[in-house]
């Protein structure tokens, strides 16, 4: 019943930095948690960053000081600012959210189709 669909991601030099947007649409489900995955060649699917409802947030070591996650409610979407991005960051990146109907304890999982990061000079 929600629908994920991520943006912004492309081909960045090192250093540089690129904002993603995971918009969510459809029924009028309460979000508990959001956030970005992401999937290099030949490694297993990794959690980047997560924010809940209550605004707390987790980030993987690896981009801790360099990446922030936000959320802009009214718009319904999240977003992954990425700064000072390594070759190492490049991944499909894919928004997965945690959300259930208003006043239910039902939850779901959903997952968007996923958007190419490149950092490479």
């Known amino acids: 019943q929600v629908q994920l669909v991520e943006s912004g991601g492309g081909l960045v030099q090192p250093g540089k930095f690129l904002r993603l947007s995971c918009a969510a649409s459809g029924s009028n489900f309460r979000i508990y948690r959001i956030g970005w995955y992401r999937q290099a060649p030949g490694k297993q699917r990794e959690l980047v960053a997560r924010i809940n409802s209550g605004g707390s947030t987790v980030y993987v070591d690896s981009v801790k000081g360099r990446f922030t996650i936000s959320r802009d409610n009214a718009k319904n979407t999240v977003y992954l600012q990425m700064n000072s991005l390594k070759p190492e960051d490049t991944a499909v990146y894919y928004c997965?959210?945690?959300?259930?109907?208003?006043?239910?304890?039902?939850?779901?999982?959903?997952w968007g189709q996923g958007t190419q990061v490149t950092v490479s000079s």
């Open positions: 997965n959210s945690i959300a259930g109907p208003p006043g239910s304890a039902q939850q779901y999982e959903y």
